[in-house]
């Protein structure tokens, strides 16, 4: 999954520290356990001296602790002393006939809808939905 990632230490960094080996743990761990697509960014937004003074998100936006907001990818975000923790805003279909029919994710509603192959006008019966 392409959130381990962000385990990874970063350029700048000299490795790994306590915080971070604790903090991408508990992500593996709440991933295997969670039916919701989550994941946690460790902070890495620090002052020359070492004072940390908020969440930077993906796209360099810097983020008072305590602050949430969603993003455009249609997750709902929070800053905390530990990072981003970030969760989908969606569910998403995965009971339903996928030889006859096809999920389509609207960005704009962040829903999925799910139509028949051949005829997409037409709307197939979802049996369970994760998110």
Do not use: R
């Not at 994710?105 to 979802?126: I, L, M, R």
Request: glycine content about 6%.
């Amino acid at each position: 999954m392409t959130h381990l990632k962000l385990c990874e230490p970063s350029v700048k960094s000299e490795g790994f520290n306590l915080k971070t080996i604790l903090a991408c743990l508990i992500l593996v761990i709440s991933m295997t356990l969670s039916s919701a697509d989550c994941f946690l960014q460790p902070l890495k937004s620090e002052t020359s001296d070492g004072e940390i003074v908020g969440c930077h998100d993906l796209n360099g936006e810097l983020h008072e602790f305590g602050s949430s907001w969603s993003n455009e990818d249609c997750y709902d975000c929070s800053c905390s002393e530990h990072g981003i923790s970030c969760c989908s805003s969606f569910m998403t279909p995965v009971d339903y006939d996928e030889e006859k029919c096809v999920s389509i994710f609207n960005k704009e509603t962040c829903t999925y809808k799910v139509v028949e192959k051949d005829d997409a006008s037409k709307q197939c019966p979802v049996h369970g939905w994760v998110g």
